[in-house]
């Protein structure tokens, strides 16, 4: 039906399935297509990524597209890449142009079925895989009607108020390198120091797909919860329960329990650990019941704090048992990996789906792996690449988020050797993890001089006042800082550029 939008004088044509419902701060639209017409011509558009690692971002309507290019195996980790074209400029879920007056036109999906928005010059358009949810329509302050949109959002999907405090994680400094007398060692080295969790990351596991202990661990897993505890940090643990390698015994003696190509075979869902990786049907009940044991097991050993990574993987296109729309898929192995855990476990996700993961994760991860270094030489012009800079300009593009979930930009550093990280992006890195008001890091004590221990310890002691005065621009604890040209990569780093 054809239907005008009025928004204090600025009239938007639209094409929608249904009447719509006027709300606080905008309009919501039953499910199907949508299309506004808007008179701005070519502008910015906000285009949002599907998962934690998918680009986020303003581009010009008339200007590249913000996406994952030239790397066909990368399309496997970013839904929203395969929607990827060089002229069209679309995301996941929500999306938004910049109207003349410096207000913004949104529109956003308010649940699942694989929504997309995208724009041109003169339309802004929403569809879905599966229509199913309704849609909000709004115009106003760009702050505002993000803020608008997350709260319709969360009072759909829910909202959940676990807080993660202090996070040290083995990942940035051990990597997969990890073993108990290690894990032992650095937890001695960090007691007294302001952190809440400590977190085992990859490489306590015999293989990816096969949750047991590894040999590196052989008094078990919970012995090193034990230890964790004892030196009073919340024991945390690394898994990617949605996913296995080829050599897993998950994989090999069952591989009926993974989703299926069109060949019969299993799908390959992406590649890491120098290997494909296949996902888990979870539409099946034994994979269910696989789950239950795993995080039984998980809990049992005393880990409270459970990082779950390459999320993404339970979300992919593929053939399953049942002919359910994969993000509800999704979303209901995730609630019932929480229904076994419990609601005192606190779940933070990564390469999560974002929108499917609302309500029943507590964080969420809102960029790339960051890395000891600024850009990645490997993947030059990939946004979702590793890289500080990266991990920057995603996160702080979702900082309206952080009223879905708590938001974790990723690690920061205080450490000068290990790294090739200046003194300047080091700062950028910890303020962004302030503006999000999530605080975690890598590095080890033993790698640190007195100087950055003091700087690590006076950093994660803080509750910083956060003030938005900007896209871009924060005020923290009085101190004013401006990421534009880090976001806009209109400048190289320095003390100058971010400090107002």
Not at 192 to 218: H, M, R, S
Not at 262 to 269: I, R
Not at 283 to 292: A, G, I, M, S, Y
Not at 478 to 493: E, H, Q, S
Request: aromatic letters at 10%; a negative charge.
């Amino acid at each position: 039906m054809l239907y005008t939008f009025d928004f204090a004088g600025l009239r938007i044509p639209a094409n929608v399935s249904g009447q719509p419902e006027a709300v606080p701060g905008g309009f919501v639209v039953p499910s199907g297509p949508v299309a506004l017409l808007h008179p701005f011509g070519d502008t910015e558009f906000y285009r949002h990524g599907w998962n934690s690692w998918s680009p986020s971002g303003w581009a010009r309507t008339d200007g590249e597209t913000i996406g994952i290019k030239d790397s066909p195996n990368r399309l496997l980790t970013a839904d929203d890449a395969a929607n990827e074209t060089p002229h069209s400029h679309s995301g996941a879920a929500v999306g938004a142009v910049a109207g003349s007056d410096g207000d913004v036109l949104l529109l956003g999906a308010l649940g699942l079925g694989s929504p997309r928005v995208g724009a041109d010059r003169n339309v802004l358009w929403g569809r879905a895989e599966d229509d199913t949810a309704d849609w909000f329509v709004a115009y106003g302050p760009e702050r505002q009607v993000f803020a608008d949109y997350a709260d319709l959002v969360s009072q759909r999907l829910g909202r959940r108020t676990g807080r993660a405090g202090t996070v040290w994680s083995s990942w940035y400094s051990y990597f997969e390198g990890i073993d108990e007398e290690l894990v032992a060692r650095t937890v001695t080295d960090l007691a007294g120091y302001p952190f809440d969790v400590f977190q085992l990351d990859d490489g306590w596991e015999p293989i990816v797909g096969d949750w047991t202990a590894g040999p590196k661990f052989p008094s078990g897993m919970g012995a090193t919860a034990r230890t964790i505890a004892d030196a009073g940090f919340t024991p945390g643990l690394w898994l990617a329960p949605l996913i296995a390698l080829p050599g897993s015994e998950l994989a090999r003696s069952r591989p009926d329990l993974l989703v299926q190509g069109e060949d019969g075979h299993p799908l390959v869902t992406g590649y890491n650990w120098g290997s494909h990786y296949y996902s888990l049907d979870t539409t099946q009940d034994e994979v269910k019941d696989h789950l239950r044991e795993v995080f039984e097991r998980v809990v049992g050993w005393g880990y409270r704090y459970l990082k779950l990574d390459f999320m993404y993987a339970g979300a992919v296109a593929g053939r399953r048992s049942l002919p359910l729309h994969r993000e509800a898929v999704y979303r209901e192995a995730v609630q019932h990996i929480r229904s076994v855990v419990g609601d005192s476990v606190y779940l933070l996700g990564c390469g999560v789906p974002m929108i499917p993961s609302v309500g029943v994760f507590d964080g969420a991860r809102v960029g790339p792996d960051v890395g000891a270094f600024w850009d990645n030489a490997e993947r030059v012009g990939d946004p979702s690449g590793v890289g500080a800079r990266n991990s920057i300009v995603s996160s702080i593009n979702r900082t309206w988020m952080k009223r879905l979930y708590e938001v974790d930009p990723d690690a920061v550093y205080f450490r000068s050797i290990r790294s090739l990280l200046d003194d300047a992006e080091r700062r950028a890195l910890r303020d962004t993890a302030a503006i999000l008001e999530f605080r975690s890091t890598s590095d080890p004590i033993a790698w640190l001089n007195e100087s950055e221990r003091e700087q690590l310890t006076r950093y994660m002691q803080e509750t910083s006042v956060i003030e938005q005065t900007g896209r871009y621009s924060f005020r923290i604890d009085g101190r004013d800082v401006d990421l534009t040209p880090i976001v806009t990569g209109t400048a190289v780093t320095d003390a100058a550029s971010l400090v107002v």
